[in-house]
């Protein structure tokens, strides 16, 4: 399994990216899909994640209402829509992929099975 992060970048605070996750397994049908981030100095924290129908999805409180996750199963990608972005949002942003088939999607750090590469998101003020 590989997973391909993409779209970060530099931006202004108040700004939009998008980040796009692409799977290389056979089918993403089954997986859930989780977006966690590491910033210099802190542990990985969890940031969103979606059940692997997309039913359920998880954010946590520091993004809640700004960032939007979601997931298209027939191209086997997903993706994180971040707006109003702050530069508390700096950090490097890692797509993960669980096995699940729970309804409520679980999103914890060091829960999933794979994780790419990651793609850096710097926020200026």
């Known amino acids: 399994v590989q997973l391909q992060a993409s779209g970060g970048g530099l931006v202004q605070a108040g700004g939009s990216l998008r980040l796009s996750c692409a799977a290389s397994?056979?089918?993403?049908?089954?997986?859930?899909i989780g977006w966690f981030r590491q910033a210099p100095g802190k542990e990985r924290e969890a940031v969103s994640c979606?059940?692997?129908?997309?039913?359920?999805?998880y954010y946590s409180d520091s993004v809640k209402g700004r960032f939007t996750i979601s997931r298209d199963n027939a191209e086997k990608m997903g993706y994180l829509q971040m707006n109003s972005l702050k530069p508390e949002d700096t950090a490097v942003y890692y797509c993960?992929?669980?096995?699940?088939?729970?309804?409520?999607?679980?999103?914890?750090?060091?829960?999933?099975?794979?994780r790419g590469q990651g793609t850096l998101v710097t926020v200026s003020s």
């Open positions: 993960e992929v669980m096995f699940s088939l729970h309804s409520v999607v679980p999103c914890s750090p060091g829960q999933y099975d794979y």
């Open positions: 979606i059940s692997s129908n997309g039913d359920s999805t």
């Open positions: 397994m056979f089918t993403l049908e089954d997986w859930a």
